[in-house]
């Protein structure tokens, strides 16, 4: 097997070539071979050395695939000495993406010059590890403390001009990467430019305070996650010790990650988030169809959102309302929201006007004769659905999408309202839709393949992460919803108050509390979906008794101002409504429920036990592909810890058979029409596997 790095001279440069698709991380055997080729450098008739990347980028980390394996020699940490103590000058030439080890790999090297449109970043934080190969000695001896501290921390990379005026990068060239690099080396050299080691320069002197200030903001905006704490760790270090001693104790902080199981967490999504994208049986080279304008039907709270995300990425919008009035109010609400990123910097004025200039508002249907992809985002009403499907059957063209964000209806039985079943599909996005990273694909039994394919490339056009899923009531998100916001209902009503459960879950991970998630997306959407159901399927009066009150009485959650707490109209601060744990009460009572105080921990379990049961159910059933899939719904639709991997990965990591025995004491304690354990998990218990290993 030939190495992934080559090594030749050229016009008296060493040109070590690394060339490991897709992205160059640092495998095993691309250190050695780079290893080898640093120290042929030494003693060969080089005048000095490049290091440069062939393909889409120069290194973009080390090979998170080898991550849980013994590491081999050459360890990451010693090949960087190597490269940095070399008795030639060894300049780096990067383009793409140069990340984590990558960038360490860069800092090594004692002169950085990149093409312009690089990002450089250490994104480790993000893989709940700390760049381990002294990225956190190294880059605050060259761009200072607090820069070292805000890069590393938020893991987002940066523009490598930013770069530059940082003092991390020394030249941006605008094209012929390698021919730019050999040429600058040759002006150094010509210059006698210093062997430049970032080991050796001195670290910028900084309040000691400034460590703990990070310390209690990182507490806050990263809550519960422990390598945060541990890359202020590595920079008190460098800024407090000799360069040595820093890296020894980044080491020990980095093992500390390694053996850390948010880092493991982590490192599932990293991969599942990928593995999403991929859909079992369909070739990769299946057709796309060309989407250029898209149709969005119904301007509420997500079809606004959703042209928005459309607009965003360059497409043309039609956007369709029942009215005039409407129609203004849809737009409003856009405008307001593009005013919004502007004040917030996330978006320029120029930039904002040309997204809104892509969204055209209509009345009439025609406006979607043209389109190649429609999306129906009108209220949750199964037959006013299949009446707007029946009609842009009609008028919409041949080849053109027709999808719906419905959360809950039959996408089968809305395909069945038009004579091209093959072209309908679920597009269900998430609220707010233009902030909001999940989309669930829904695939109808007659989804033709290249409307799949087409739904999940659009996807990643338009910045979203994308999952499969089969027709079922819910889908994989809601349909799991369901359990979960049960026990929220039952803790309640059984003694807990809507502080207590939602601080159980807020200080568990979960981005928001479920019973302020209930506020939030509006009492009144699960109560509508409840009247549509017949009576004997509205299930245990334990779930809703409490809501049916509250939304009879206009509490409506937030959108009312007041639902299970009350919201400050001006900034939408919460605050607790006594008379709420009075309905509580009063409902106990009437049922005939004795209240007692309710563990945290008994809490969380309910709640998450709840989720992974009935995703093993959805897993048995081929709703959704693979674990990973649920792991992603969960963790970027529903304010799941990413650090705690999911729904599936976090059962796994517990272990099945503390999962199953828990169920079954749920069982006993609350019913199986509540709580059966899923075939499926009873299964992989009894077999001993894990359900990663199930799915393989
Ligand atoms: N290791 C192994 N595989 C990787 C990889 C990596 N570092 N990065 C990407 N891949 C694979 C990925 O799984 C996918 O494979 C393909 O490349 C394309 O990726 C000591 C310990 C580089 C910005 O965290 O952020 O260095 O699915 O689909 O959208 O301090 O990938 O095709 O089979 O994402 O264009 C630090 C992680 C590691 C960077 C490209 N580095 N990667 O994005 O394509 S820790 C990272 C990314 C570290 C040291 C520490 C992105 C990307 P497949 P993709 P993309
Ligand atoms: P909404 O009530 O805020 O908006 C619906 C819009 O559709 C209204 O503006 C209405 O004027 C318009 N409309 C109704 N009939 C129409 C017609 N015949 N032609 C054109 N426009 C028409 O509802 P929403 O919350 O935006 O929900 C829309 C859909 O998205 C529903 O199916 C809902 O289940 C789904 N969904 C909602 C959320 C959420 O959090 N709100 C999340 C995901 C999916």
């Given amino acids: 097997m030939s190495s992934p790095v080559s090594y030749e001279i050229v016009d008296g440069i060493g040109v070590i070539k690394i060339d490991s698709p897709p992205v160059n991380a640092l495998s095993h055997a691309v250190r050695q071979g780079m290893y080898d080729a640093i120290r042929a450098a030494q003693s060969d008739d080089s005048d000095a050395v490049v290091i440069h990347c062939e393909g889409r980028t120069f290194i973009a980390g080390a090979d998170i695939n080898e991550f849980g394996q013994p590491m081999k020699e050459p360890f990451l940490p010693d090949l960087l000495d190597e490269i940095e103590a070399s008795g030639k000058l060894v300049v780096a030439s990067l383009h793409g ?37 002294s990225g956190t000695q190294r880059t605050p001896r060259l761009a ?66 400034v460590f703990d200030e990070y310390r209690s903001t990182v507490a806050k905006r990263a809550r519960g996650q422990s390598a945060p704490q541990r890359i202020i760790d590595c920079l008190e270090a460098a800024a407090t010790l000799p360069y040595a001693d820093g890296v020894a104790r980044e080491r020990e902080l980095f093992m500390e990650c390694m053996q850390d199981p948010q880092s493991t967490a982590l490192q599932h999504m990293f991969f599942a988030e990928r593995k999403a994208a991929k859909i079992t049986g369909l070739a990769k080279d299946t ?17 606004g959102g959703i042209a928005m995300s459309f607009a965003n990425a360059g497409f043309s919008v039609a956007l369709v309302e029942i009215n005039d009035e409407a129609l203004a109010k849809s737009l409003a609400i856009i405008d307001k929201n593009y005013a919004g990123s502007v004040k917030r910097g996330k978006l320029g004025e120029a930039a904002a006007a040309q997204c809104r200039g892509l969204i055209e508002g209509a009345t009439d249907y025609a406006a979607l004769a043209d389109a190649d992809l429609v999306i129906e985002a009108v209220f949750e009403d199964p037959k006013l659905k299949k009446e707007i499907f029946a009609k842009l059957d009609k008028i919409c063209k041949d080849g053109a999408i027709l999808a719906t964000n419905t959360s809950y209806q039959d996408v089968n039985e809305i395909a069945a309202a038009t004579s091209r079943p093959e072209d309908v599909i679920g597009t269900h996005f998430f609220s707010p839709a233009h902030i909001m990273k999940l989309l669930e694909v829904v695939r109808g039994d007659k989804t033709a393949d290249d409307v799949l394919a087409t739904c999940m490339s659009i996807a990643k056009q338009i910045r979203k992460v994308a999952v499969v899923s089969g027709v079922c009531y819910g889908f994989i998100g809601n349909r799991m919803l369901q359990g979960y916001m049960r026990e929220a209902q039952f803790c309640l009503i059984e003694g807990g108050t809507p502080e207590s459960i939602d601080a159980a879950m807020y200080d568990w991970g979960m981005a928001m509390g479920p019973v302020s998630v209930a506020d939030l997306a509006g009492l009144d959407v699960s109560y509508k979906a409840r009247q549509a159901l017949a009576k004997e399927e509205w299930g245990d009066p ?83 592909q693979r674990p990973g899939d649920i792991d992603v719904v969960y963790v970027y639709g529903y304010g799941f810890p990413a650090w705690r991997g999911g729904p599936m990965h976090y059962a796994d990591a517990i272990g099945l058979d503390t999962v199953l025995t828990r169920i079954n004491e749920f069982r006993e304690r609350f019913g199986a029409e509540n709580w059966t354990p899923a075939p499926l998990l009873e299964k992989l218990v009894k077999e001993k596997r894990t359900i990663a290993e199930w799915a393989g």
């Fill in 97 to 133: 993406t140069v990340l984590g080890g990558g960038l360490e790999t860069a800092l090594a090297c004692h002169y950085r010059l990149a093409l312009a449109g690089t990002k450089v970043g250490l994104p480790e934080v993000k893989l709940g590890l700390l760049p381990g190969a």
């Fill in 144 to 209: 200072g403390v607090t820069v070292a501290l805000d890069l590393i921390l938020s893991g987002t990379p940066i523009a490598v001009e930013r770069a530059a005026e940082l003092g991390l990068i020394d030249e941006i060239v605008a094209d012929d990467l390698l021919g730019e690099t050999l040429t600058y080396a040759r002006e150094l050299l010509a210059d006698k430019a210093p062997l430049r080691r970032a080991s050796e320069l001195d670290v910028d002197a900084v309040a000691p305070e």
């Fill in 287 to 303: 057709a796309r169809r060309d989407i250029k304008k898209v149709g969005i039907i119904g301007g509420g709270t997500m079809g």
């Fill in 542 to 624: 334990k779930s809703y008794r409490v809501v049916d009150a509250l939304v009879e009485m206009g509490r409506l959650g937030q959108k009312s101002g007041a639902g299970f707490y009350n919201y400050d109209p001006a900034t939408r601060a919460r605050s607790s409504e006594p008379k709420v744990l009075e309905i509580v009460e009063r409902e106990a009572k009437e049922l005939g429920i004795e209240r007692q105080a309710i563990a945290a921990d008994e809490i969380i379990d309910r709640h998450i036990y709840a989720l992974a049961n009935e995703g093993l159910r959805i897993l048995e059933e081929g709703i959704a």
